[in-house]
């Protein structure tokens, strides 16, 4: 168990519709990440916080978008869900130094499925 | 640009046997940071092993080892008398640390498939 936890395990929704991805990271982590991993693309990195503040973007669609709470929890939110979203989406954690070369913590992920 | 690249799509071989996993980089930054991760049928990923770029040194975890060569840009992981539960598939990842902070993610290869069989 890395510690990272991650809501919910599993989604199922329809085309068009919006979904939230919820990420707590490890207790004293101030940095979350997101990553997207797909059949086709692989593992991908969408998006960084720290202590609050978007850090790094990576490949994130426009419909996408995530905030980091003052509590450290950070929510990714996709909206306007096509089939190719369907992916498995997790969310890393690491210590407060924000940068990538910290060791990432992976949470179990959240699987996505797009009808 | 930064990339990793393990060549060997899926390994099959047979408990107790050697296997070695292969990763190759490339980045324009002296400094950067190498990860290898598991990930099981389960599903999660699971963090092996971070390296630096100044550190050489090879590493062993019990039946586990990694050979860090920046003459060949490789960092291959060899696991030793193969077991059952090594079976996963295996990702090798970078992360810069130069002038843009290492603030981009990891950059991860397509990972190795390992099957081991009984």
């Known amino acids: 168990d890395s510690g990272v936890t991650q809501t919910p395990k599993h989604l199922i929704t329809a085309t068009g519709q919006r979904v939230t991805l919820r990420c707590s990271p490890r207790?004293?982590?101030?940095?979350v990440y997101w990553y997207q991993q797909s059949l086709d693309q692989g593992l991908q990195f969408l998006i960084q916080?720290?202590?609050?503040?978007?850090?790094a973007k990576g490949n994130i669609l426009e419909r996408f978008s995530a905030q980091q709470f003052p509590d450290l929890h950070s929510e990714l939110n996709l909206s306007s869900l096509e089939l190719g979203d369907s992916a498995l989406y997790f969310c890393?954690?690491?210590?407060?130094?924000?940068?990538?070369?910290?060791?990432?913590?992976f949470g179990p992920g959240t699987r996505l499925t797009v009808l | 640009a930064q990339k990793v690249t393990q060549a060997q799509t899926e390994i099959s071989v047979v408990e107790k046997e050697d296997v070695t996993l292969d990763c190759v980089y490339e980045?324009?930054?002296?400094?950067?940071?190498l990860f290898w991760y598991k990930q099981p049928p389960s599903g999660e990923l699971v963090f092996l092993i971070r390296?630096?770029?100044?550190?050489?040194q090879n590493e062993i975890s019990g039946r586990y080892s990694w050979n860090f060569q920046k003459s060949t840009s490789s960092f291959n992981f060899t696991i030793t008398a193969s077991q059952v539960v090594d079976s996963a598939v295996y990702f090798c990842?970078?992360?810069?640390?130069?002038?843009?902070?290492?603030?981009?993610?990891?950059?991860f290869g397509k990972g190795t498939h390992l099957i081991i069989q009984p």
């Open positions: 990842a970078l992360s810069e640390a130069g002038a843009g902070g290492g603030a981009d993610g990891l950059t």
């Open positions: 980045t324009r930054d002296t400094t950067y940071y």
């Open positions: 916080y720290y202590n609050g503040e978007e850090r």
């Open positions: 890393a954690s690491s210590v407060s130094s924000g940068d990538s070369t910290d060791t990432q913590y």
């Open positions: 390296r630096n770029s100044f550190d050489e």
């Open positions: 207790s004293g982590d101030l940095s």
